[in-house]
């Protein structure tokens, strides 16, 4: 008698469940599983300009595209890109994120909450809006970067003129724009570490170094192991900073994968292709992610 | 059919018409609006300024969404795609009894590339072909009291200036040629004759002998180091124009300003343009007919007004007022009496090459084919790669691009 009941409570309370979930899932199911499964679709076929004015000329190709995209040379130079932002900028993003938290989460820091803000502020400002404005930062002749350079002698930098410094000044402008939030959830996970374990490594005499390596960073892991596969899933979807300041240039060394995708997908209407181009990113993505799990686990 | 009562204002009956411009021009076009509205009281003109980098993937998606404009302004090279999509209305029936607009008017080279299939598509509403900017006291000095008419000419003339540099110690490049700029090369390729595109513009025909030509002589231009053969090496072309770094270069009309202002102020009066040369005896060389043409959208409710802003903009009085707006030269030959442009002695070299032009070949893949191209002409500008070598595959990629053309034109899909 009981068992049944809780056994229809149980059902209750999962239709109940269903009923709730319905709404985000039905979204979830226009908005991102059907586009995915068409874009899949997609990937296989020839669609693209003349496809766009009669739908009747689309051909099925198998994996022609996907065979394409590596035979492209600027595929690889934007793969290649891709990984320098990723690589270069991911772990700069997170330790600069770690350490302005551990700055503004300091005892002796004052004004913490203005200082929390003024560090989150470029996260809430429009991507694109920064952009712009670091553009003009960044403007050889009139910019204030170059200006404020020339007071310690040093000659004018054309920051995203030139093929070797574009990319940096990308991923300066990327950390700049991102750390905030990641040092926000840092912020949070320090102060889920109890003061206790500080204070007795100070009665054992450990100095603030060896408190950070061995209580904070491994007290830190599940909000490291968070805040750098977010980090580094977002960092591969590098898009808005080329497209508004450099459009893939100069000479195609801040072309991203993104980047390439939407100039194949949009600007020419190559969209099978650029849906192909989407599935090797995504591929890419995943590849990465698990490695970086497997490494965590072996660490652990 | 809404009939106003008496105190209703005629501009609730206006009739709102859409207006694309790109760049500077949607810009600027604004100023000659006022006057459309206030010589067509029942129609609004709204204008929406597109920035040319982002107007083609603007105007595909428009179209995909089916929220074009009425009334666009279209670079040339464009036209073949958006028709190809059926996405422009014909024009011939709206302006037939135009009295403001004379097809015979335009520069012929110019009004072709609106022509497709022997339908016209757009009206030109300013031209832009490549001429040659030269230091006239730097070829003087060569001993040239005139611009080279051939290019064989021009390589002697580079020669002489080359090797006078080199005896009094100093650098000197006598033609820029960018190696990002396709124009040049494409030019110099129509003026060597034969088809660009073979087999109904299915396949590439950059490897036949005519183009070779052309890349030929750019490779000897660059290994001679007549041009410079990286773009790092002009960081600011007015600089080296003024300096005497650059004696020759090729581009288009509005340089003209920019020359005007930006040249140093003792060589100010000291360049001048000139027709291309020509590969051949018949001068000047044919250059090639760019700009932007103004289109109706099929999709468009209002087409009878649009037609109307359309002749209105590109009547003489409006091509010579958007002239002295934007420096755009009026695709209009009558347009050219007037003493704006009679006057000014750097544009007749402009209206001896608007008589010389060449139509590119219509197929809406082209785009993506010259952005090619410049990777190739940066592959012989930098010897990384033999003329041979850069023109066979230039010519693989153009087929691969061309591949689905090839399809529907081998199985009568398209003509």
Same mark, same amino acid.
């Given at each position: 008698?009981?068992?049944?009941?809780?056994?229809?409570?149980?059902?209750?309370?999962?239709?109940?469940?269903?009923?709730?979930?319905?709404?985000?899932?039905?979204?979830?199911?226009?908005?991102?599983?059907?586009?995915?499964?068409?874009?899949?679709?997609?990937?296989?076929?020839?669609?693209?300009?003349?496809?766009?004015?009669?739908?009747?000329?689309?051909?099925?190709?198998?994996?022609?595209?996907?065979?394409?995209?590596?035979?492209?040379?600027?595929?690889?130079?934007?793969?290649?890109?891709?990984?320098?932002?990723?690589?270069?900028?991911?772990?700069?993003?997170?330790?600069?994120?770690?350490?302005?938290?551990?700055?503004?989460?300091?005892?002796?820091?004052?004004?913490?909450?203005?200082?929390?803000?003024?560090?989150?502020?470029?996260?809430?400002?429009?991507?694109?809006?920064?952009?712009?404005?670091?553009?003009?930062?960044?403007?050889?002749?009139?910019?204030?970067?170059?200006?404020?350079?020339?007071?310690?002698?040093?000659?004018?930098?054309?920051?995203?003129?030139?093929?070797?410094?574009?990319?940096?000044?990308?991923?300066?402008?990327?950390?700049?724009?991102?750390?905030?939030?990641?040092?926000?959830?840092?912020?949070?996970?320090?102060?889920?570490?109890?003061?206790?374990?500080?204070?007795?490594?100070?009665?054992?005499?450990?100095?603030?170094?060896?408190?950070?390596?061995?209580?904070?960073?491994?007290?830190?892991?599940?909000?490291?192991?968070?805040?750098?596969?977010?980090?580094?899933?977002?960092?591969?979807?590098?898009?808005?900073?080329?497209?508004?300041?450099?459009?893939?240039?100069?000479?195609?060394?801040?072309?991203?994968?993104?980047?390439?995708?939407?100039?194949?997908?949009?600007?020419?209407?190559?969209?099978?292709?650029?849906?192909?181009?989407?599935?090797?990113?995504?591929?890419?993505?995943?590849?990465?992610?698990?490695?970086?799990?497997?490494?965590?686990?072996?660490?652990? | 059919?809404?009939?106003?009562?008496?105190?209703?204002?005629?501009?609730?009956?206006?009739?709102?018409?859409?207006?694309?411009?790109?760049?500077?021009?949607?810009?600027?076009?604004?100023?000659?609006?006022?006057?459309?509205?206030?010589?067509?009281?029942?129609?609004?003109?709204?204008?929406?300024?597109?920035?040319?980098?982002?107007?083609?993937?603007?105007?595909?998606?428009?179209?995909?969404?089916?929220?074009?404009?009425?009334?666009?302004?279209?670079?040339?090279?464009?036209?073949?795609?958006?028709?190809?999509?059926?996405?422009?209305?014909?024009?011939?029936?709206?302006?037939?009894?135009?009295?403001?607009?004379?097809?015979?008017?335009?520069?012929?080279?110019?009004?072709?590339?609106?022509?497709?299939?022997?339908?016209?598509?757009?009206?030109?509403?300013?031209?832009?072909?490549?001429?040659?900017?030269?230091?006239?006291?730097?070829?003087?000095?060569? $001993?040239? &009291?005139? %611009?080279?008419? =051939?290019?064989?000419?021009?390589? *002697?003339?580079?020669?002489?200036? !080359? +090797?006078? #540099?080199?005896?009094?110690?100093?650098?000197?490049?006598?033609?820029?040629?960018?190696?990002?700029?396709?124009?040049?090369?494409?030019?110099?390729?129509?003026?060597?004759?034969?088809?660009?595109?073979?087999?109904?513009?299915?396949?590439?025909?950059?490897?036949?002998?005519?183009?070779?030509?052309?890349?030929?002589?750019?490779?000897?231009?660059?290994?001679?180091?007549?041009?410079?053969?990286?773009?790092?090496?002009?960081?600011?072309?007015?600089?080296?124009?003024?300096?005497?770094?650059?004696?020759?270069?090729?581009?288009?009309?509005?340089?003209?300003?920019?020359?005007?202002?930006?040249?140093?102020?003792?060589?100010?009066?000291?360049?001048?343009?000139?027709?291309?040369?020509?590969?051949?005896?018949?001068?000047? $060389?044919? &250059?090639? %007919?760019?700009? =932007?043409?103004?289109?109706?959208? *099929?999709?468009?409710?209002?087409? !009878? +007004?649009? #037609?109307?802003?359309?002749?209105?903009?590109?009547?003489?009085?409006?091509?010579?007022?958007?002239?002295?707006?934007?420096?755009?030269?009026?695709?209009?030959?009558?347009?050219?009496?007037?003493?704006?442009?009679?006057?000014?002695?750097?544009?007749?070299?402009?209206?001896?090459?608007?008589?010389?032009?060449?139509?590119?070949?219509?197929?809406?893949?082209?785009?993506?084919?010259?952005?090619?191209?410049?990777?190739?002409?940066?592959?012989?500008?930098?010897?990384?790669?033999?003329?041979?070598?850069?023109?066979?595959?230039?010519?693989?990629?153009?087929?691969?691009?061309?591949?689905?053309?090839?399809?529907?034109?081998?199985?009568?899909?398209?003509?």
């Amino acid at each position: 008698m009981s068992t049944e009941k809780s056994y229809r409570r149980i059902v209750d309370r999962t239709a109940a469940a269903w009923l709730f979930l319905s709404p985000s899932l039905a979204a979830i199911a226009v908005f991102f599983v059907v586009p995915v499964l068409s874009a899949l679709v997609m990937s296989f076929t020839d669609f693209d300009i003349y496809a766009l004015g009669d739908l009747s000329v689309v051909r099925f190709i198998g994996f022609e595209n996907y065979r394409r995209i590596f035979e492209l040379p600027i595929f690889w130079s934007a793969l290649r890109n891709t990984f320098y932002f990723v690589l270069v900028g991911g772990p700069l993003s997170v330790a600069v994120s770690l350490g302005t938290a551990l700055m503004v989460n300091a005892k002796l820091t004052r004004f913490k909450p203005l200082f929390r803000t003024i560090f989150f502020l470029p996260v809430v400002t429009s991507l694109v809006a920064v952009a712009v404005v670091w553009r003009y930062l960044y403007h050889p002749a009139h910019g204030i970067l170059n200006y404020l350079l020339s007071f310690a002698g040093i000659a004018p930098i054309d920051w995203l003129g030139n093929p070797a410094i574009a990319m940096p000044a990308i991923i300066v402008l990327a950390v700049w724009k991102g750390f905030g939030y990641n040092m926000l959830i840092f912020i949070a996970g320090l102060q889920n570490i109890p003061d206790e374990l500080y204070e007795a490594a100070h009665m054992d005499g450990a100095n603030a170094w060896r408190q950070f390596v061995d209580i904070t960073l491994p007290m830190l892991t599940p909000t490291s192991v968070f805040v750098v596969m977010i980090t580094i899933i977002g960092y591969f979807q590098l898009f808005a900073e080329p497209y508004v300041m450099t459009q893939g240039g100069p000479l195609n060394s801040t072309m991203s994968i993104v980047l390439l995708m939407y100039e194949q997908g949009f600007r020419w209407w190559n969209m099978g292709f650029a849906a192909a181009i989407a599935f090797v990113l995504f591929v890419v993505i995943l590849i990465f992610t698990l490695l970086q799990m497997a490494l965590q686990r072996r660490m652990q | 059919m809404l009939f106003a009562s008496g105190c209703q204002s005629v501009r609730e009956q206006r009739t709102t018409i859409s207006f694309w411009g790109m760049g500077t021009e949607g810009e600027r076009v604004k100023v000659l609006i006022p006057e459309f509205e206030r010589t067509h009281p029942n129609i609004h003109v709204v204008v929406q300024q597109i920035p040319w980098t982002a107007a083609h993937e603007k105007l595909l998606t428009a179209y995909a969404g089916e929220s074009t404009p009425d009334v666009c302004q279209l670079g040339n090279t464009w036209l073949p795609e958006f028709t190809m999509l059926k996405a422009l209305e014909p024009l011939e029936p709206f302006l037939r009894q135009s009295s403001l607009v004379t097809l015979n008017d335009f520069f012929d080279g110019v009004l072709k590339t609106n022509i497709i299939d022997s339908t016209l598509y757009g009206i030109p509403w300013y031209v832009d072909t490549r001429v040659l900017f030269y230091r006239r006291d730097l070829l003087q000095a060569a $001993g040239w &009291s005139q %611009p080279p008419k =051939t290019w064989a000419e021009m390589m *002697r003339l580079c020669a002489s200036m !080359k +090797e006078q #540099a080199k005896a009094r110690g100093i650098k000197c490049y006598p033609l820029f040629l960018p190696t990002n700029e396709w124009v040049p090369a494409i030019a110099l390729g129509m003026q060597a004759g034969g088809e660009l595109l073979r087999q109904n513009k299915t396949l590439g025909n950059f490897s036949g002998p005519n183009f070779r030509k052309a890349f030929t002589l750019m490779a000897d231009i660059y290994r001679n180091d007549y041009s410079p053969s990286g773009m790092q090496l002009i960081i600011n072309l007015y600089n080296s124009f003024s300096d005497g770094l650059v004696a020759m270069y090729i581009t288009g009309p509005w340089n003209i300003g920019e020359f005007s202002q930006r040249i140093a102020p003792d060589v100010r009066d000291k360049w001048m343009t000139a027709p291309l040369p020509s590969m051949d005896s018949t001068w000047p $060389g044919a &250059s090639l %007919p760019l700009g =932007t043409s103004l289109v109706i959208f *099929r999709q468009s409710r209002h087409k !009878k +007004e649009a #037609a109307q802003l359309i002749e209105f903009l590109a009547s003489r009085e409006q091509s010579l007022a958007f002239y002295k707006i934007t420096g755009n030269l009026p695709p209009r030959k009558s347009a050219w009496t007037d003493t704006s442009l009679a006057n000014n002695r750097y544009i007749q070299a402009f209206y001896q090459q608007l008589q010389r032009l060449t139509p590119l070949p219509q197929v809406p893949e082209w785009e993506q084919i010259v952005i090619k191209l410049q990777l190739y002409v940066e592959h012989i500008a930098t010897n990384t790669m033999t003329v041979d070598e850069a023109l066979r595959r230039f010519d693989s990629d153009t087929d691969r691009m061309l591949e689905k053309r090839r399809w529907l034109v081998e199985t009568g899909k398209i003509r």
